[in-house]
């Protein structure tokens, strides 16, 4: 079997396993919480959104143990990017997204600030130790301030919307789950990364456009998932409110796991194209909500026509990868 053909299996193979174990390790995870009696609303915000991350997470991993730091970098940026311009803006034309004022006073606060401070950590094209460390502590107090304000900020009926359906399972089928799902995070994690660094090698691309695309784009798969069917059953908050959550997940640990792990250094092209991209994406979505919450009538949302024009711009974006010889 030639090589690039079983590289493609590998992806392809490894993507759907890596999604499907990322949503049974999210379910066993979120049983065995709530058995122990932990709220709803914490384990959404909490063990959901890290579980639909944690495909970045642990592809990030596996790209640092073999050396191709820009892979693990790029597949956090990619991510934001696509759970914006490809996740937000086809969830918004398949179900207009109203908006909450505690997103734009709560969450989007965090992400911008997040966001400024990745600016500040790749400036000089490497991440230190110290910046990696401080990005991954940061999550615990980030978590813990904005699920207060955000239990403070909602309303009752509010609150019964954002709070996850967990699975009934017992103790030991959630043990179970939470075991397998691990350990097939983990295989198709690694087996993603090879299949992805030897079509990287083959077609004469970087690492960092494989993780800006193909593997961004498939790791975003589960927040597509998620976001396009709570959309659909009207829990508007939990679709705009697991994007916030995944990105700032991208960046905290996502970009920050390989420097603990190897050192890395970064294209000059990933700050001046891809993270200036992502900031403005970001800034843009922060602003769109902003708008949506000047309505004095009940349309305050995300249209159809502000998710067409973020998969525009998405589609843009990859147009200024082509464009710049990177596809």
Not at 14 to 42: E, H, Q
Request: glycine share 8%; net charge negative.
């Amino acid at each position: 079997m030639p090589d690039l053909l079983l590289a493609w299996i590998a992806v392809i193979g490894g993507l759907t396993v890596l999604v499907w174990s990322a949503d049974r390790f999210v379910a066993g995870s979120a049983a065995a919480a709530s058995n122990l009696g932990i709220s709803k609303l914490i384990i959404g915000l909490t063990i959901v959104s890290f579980g639909t991350s944690a495909p970045e997470i642990l592809v990030a991993i596996n790209a640092a143990l073999n050396g191709i730091g820009d892979m693990a970098i790029g597949n956090a940026v990619g991510s934001n990017l696509a759970n914006i311009g490809l996740v937000l803006g086809i969830t918004a034309l398949v179900a207009p997204l109203p908006t909450q004022r505690h997103l734009i006073t709560n969450e989007m606060v965090f992400l911008l600030a997040v966001t400024a401070f990745a600016g500040f950590v790749v400036w000089d094209l490497h991440i230190a130790t110290w910046e990696a460390s401080v990005m991954l502590l940061s999550i615990i107090p980030i978590i813990f301030i904005m699920s207060k304000r955000q239990q403070s900020d909602m309303s009752a009926a509010e609150k019964a919307e954002e709070e996850e359906e967990i699975p009934d399972l017992s103790n030991k089928a959630a043990a179970l789950w939470f075991a397998v799902g691990l350990t097939l995070l983990i295989a198709s994690s690694k087996t993603l990364v090879w299949g992805a660094e030897q079509i990287a090698l083959d077609f004469g691309v970087s690492p960092l456009v494989i993780g800006l695309t193909l593997l961004a784009v498939g790791t975003s798969l589960p927040e597509l998932a998620a976001s396009i069917m709570s959309a659909l059953k009207g829990h508007h908050d939990i679709a705009i409110g697991n994007i916030i959550g995944s990105n700032l997940f991208n960046i905290l640990a996502v970009m920050s796991t390989p420097a603990l792990i190897s050192n890395i250094e970064i294209s000059p092209a990933l700050l001046s194209r891809d993270y200036v991209s992502m900031a403005l994406i970001t800034v843009l979505l922060a602003a769109a909500i902003a708008w949506s919450q000047r309505s004095s009538n009940n349309k305050k949302r995300i249209g159809r026509s502000l998710g067409a024009v973020f998969l525009a711009l998405y589609g843009a974006y990859y147009y200024w990868l082509f464009a710049a010889g990177a596809l």
